[in-house]
């Protein structure tokens, strides 16, 4: 059974860094392009950033590109969203989710809080 | 930017059929969009309907299909039942990332 569990949310200030980790299981890891999608509260899905099996490709959305850093680590099934200077409207439950040209499998969530 | 459109809201009686589209303010969407499909209830994460435009997930019925209507990626819920009642979001592959739809509200009433 594919499973991907997300930890790492939290509450941190306007600014700061954290560390999204997301650890897969039931599949092939090192075969599968893999995503982070965030929701804000009451709102839409976003997509925010893509890695393929190898790394070598990688996107991001405008909205986080030069804060945020994904990176994956096929040895330990998972992957990794870094977030620096977060802002208050980073404020989501962030989603790792597995696919290439869309999102076959997603994890259960991590919220993220950014206040003061 | 080019924003990816969905209805906002839509009603559909129950046993009834509904089609949300998700198209682009600006061009076609067409296959080369890999368009998708996901479903979500309040507090659930998102729940895979259809991918690269009408296949379906394991597990989903087959009163959800996908197809290309127009200009506009489709998602038809046949024979609508009360717990279709969620939010429907598409996504399409931009070259360089995906793209959400602002996701369509579904009333089954």
């Known amino acids: 059974e594919v499973q991907l569990v997300e930890s790492g949310g939290g509450l941190v200030q306007p600014g700061g860094s954290l560390r999204l980790s997301c650890a897969a299981s039931?599949?092939?890891?090192?075969?599968?392009?893999m995503n982070w999608v965030r929701q804000a509260p009451g709102k839409g899905l976003e997509w925010i950033s893509y890695i393929s099996s190898s790394s070598g490709t990688i996107y991001y959305a405008d909205s986080v590109k030069g804060r945020f850093t994904i990176s994956r680590d096929n040895a330990k099934n998972s992957l990794y969203l870094q977030m620096n200077t977060l802002r208050a409207e980073d404020t989501a439950v962030y989603y790792c989710?597995?696919?290439?040209?869309?999102?076959?499998?997603w994890g259960q969530g991590t919220l993220v809080t950014v206040s003061s | 930017q080019t924003v990816v459109t969905q209805e906002p809201s839509f009603s559909v009686s129950p046993g009834g059929t509904v089609t949300l589209t998700c198209g682009l303010s600006?061009?076609?969407?067409?296959?080369?969009?890999?368009p998708s499909w996901y479903q979500q209830t309040p507090g659930q994460p998102p729940r895979t309907l259809i991918h690269?435009?009408?296949t379906r997930s394991s597990g989903v019925p087959d009163r959800f299909s996908g197809s290309i209507l127009g200009n506009k990626a489709a998602l038809t819920i046949t024979g609508a039942q009360a717990d279709d009642e969620s939010d429907y979001y598409c996504?399409?592959?931009?070259?360089?990332?995906?793209?959400f739809g602002g996701g369509t509200k579904l009333t089954v009433l």
């Open positions: 600006s061009g076609s969407v067409s296959t080369s969009y890999y």
């Open positions: 039931g599949f092939t890891f090192n075969a599968y392009t």
């Open positions: 996504a399409l592959f931009m070259g360089s990332g995906m793209v």
């Open positions: 690269t435009t009408n």
């Open positions: 989710a597995r696919g290439t040209y869309g999102f076959g499998y």
